[in-house]
Every structure is written in C-alpha cells, then in structure tokens.
C-alpha cells in the first residue's frame, strides 16, 4: 500500500493494480442511503400488507400477515446487499451513489458466495450497535475491511476517484486484422508475455472496469518497447493483435 487510502493489488496476470480504498465516512454514507431505501421498501409494505388486511377484516389473514413480514424482513436486511452486490458487480444503490464498489482482493467482480459470507457477518460488525465492530476492525486492519470483508477476501473501493479510464469495448476489440499486422517484429516477446497476455484477455469480462483499463493499459506499456512497427493504438487492441501476431510465428 503507498498511501493510507490506497492498496496495491497483484492480479493473476502478474499487474499490480492501484486501487483508492473507501473511507469509513463514504461508507457510512453508502450505508445510510442503503438503509433508507430498506426502510422505505418496509415501511410500504407494512402499509400495504396490514392496510389490506385491516379492510378484510383481520383474523387469520393478519397472522398471516405478520409471517409474510417478517419473512421480508429478513429478505430485505439480509438480501438487498447480496442483490445488488451480485448483479450491479458489487455497487448497491448507496454505493452506487458515493462511488463505491466491492471487489475481490485480487481485483475480480465480487460474485454471490462472497457477497453472502460478507453480508451475514454483517450481523457480528454491526454488534452492540451502529456498527461499532465493523468500525474498531475497519480502522484496524491495512485495506479498511470490516469482519465481512476479512471473511469473504473482499475489500471496497472508491472508483470515482481512480484516473485510468477503460477504453470504450467499441475500441476494445477489432473488427479485423490489419495487414501490416505481418511486418511487426515480435521477436522479442517471449512465451511467459504471450501466456500473460491471453490469461488477460480470457479473463477480462470477468474484472471489474477500472481493473480491466488498468490492467490492459500495465501490460501494453510494459510490452510497447518488445513490438517493432505497431502504430499507437488502445491498449487492449495492441494486445489482442499481439497475441495474434505472436500465435502465428510460434
């Protein structure tokens, strides 16, 4: 770690990635955001649920009812996170909002087991209240991970602030091979560049998109000086164009 709100992570494709960690005070807001729309969501709920019920009469169908709830309840508090960390690649709307997203420490997209285990424990960081123990583990620990982050090998970052920006995927991948792709001199890359590179592009749907830019930007310009005749290009054009290049002369 370089500074006190960043971390340096090595990915599987040998980068180390340069990622700025999520304050407690961006969190905490990320939290309250998250918090109110639960409640928000309940309190609905609760209104429609009970409202419709006291029009019929009440009875069994309110003790109904008040199963119903509290089953939400629970879906509610304990899936909202799981939700949204999952499908919006670990940004829930509060997140969303203060710039935060959840990865892996290896740089990949936060998936369903992680976000559970990070979300169930949950419970244990926000003993006795207000998330005291997540807080006192947060300040504690090198890459400001709460009980859940420690446990799902997960941590949060700001995104807004990272300043390598991922080239559009309209740029990202070429529609065809150039010709002169023939008279680029790839002699100087080696088996370990080219295992490097494709490990990169099999896997870089899979990163999160500040991670995918950083990373396509490291190795271009580590392998620029290897490569005699390609003109400037995005990185991850140059490295597709590699590895074709490189795959026909080995």
């Not at 407690?24 to 939290?31: L, V």
């Not at 370990?192 to 990373?215: C, K, Q, V």
């Amino acid at each position: 770690m370089q500074y006190e709100d960043r971390v340096t992570i090595a990915t599987p494709e040998g980068v180390d990635v340069d990622l700025p960690l999520a304050g407690i005070g961006s969190r905490f807001i990320a939290a309250l955001i998250d918090t109110a729309i639960k409640l928000i969501v309940l309190l609905g709920f609760f209104i429609f649920l009970f409202g419709g019920a006291s029009l019929l009469g009440g009875g069994e169908l309110t003790s109904l009812g008040a199963a119903a709830y509290y089953v939400v309840v629970f879906l509610i508090l304990f899936g909202y996170d799981v939700f949204f960390e999952t499908l919006l690649s670990g940004r829930t709307p509060g997140k969303k909002w203060t710039g935060l997203r959840v990865v892996r420490i290896g740089g990949r997209p936060v998936g369903f087991v992680a976000s559970s285990i990070r979300n169930i424990v949950r419970i244990v960081d926000f003993l006795p209240s207000l998330y005291l123990v997540g807080m006192i583990t947060a300040i504690a620990t090198r890459m400001n991970q709460r009980l859940g982050d420690l446990a799902a090998g997960t941590v949060v970052v700001r995104e807004r602030a990272v300043a390598v920006v991922p080239p559009p995927l309209a740029q990202a991948a070429p529609t065809h091979i150039p010709p002169e792709l023939e008279s680029w001199d790839v002699s100087a890359i080696t088996m370990d560049d080219l295992a490097t590179i494709r490990r990169f592009l099999e896997r870089r749907a899979e990163l999160a998109p500040h991670a995918r830019g950083h990373l396509a930007h490291e190795l271009a310009d580590r392998l620029q000086g290897k490569v005699v005749g390609a003109p400037p290009m995005p990185a991850e054009v140059f490295l597709e164009l590699v590895s074709v290049a490189k795959g026909r002369r080995a």
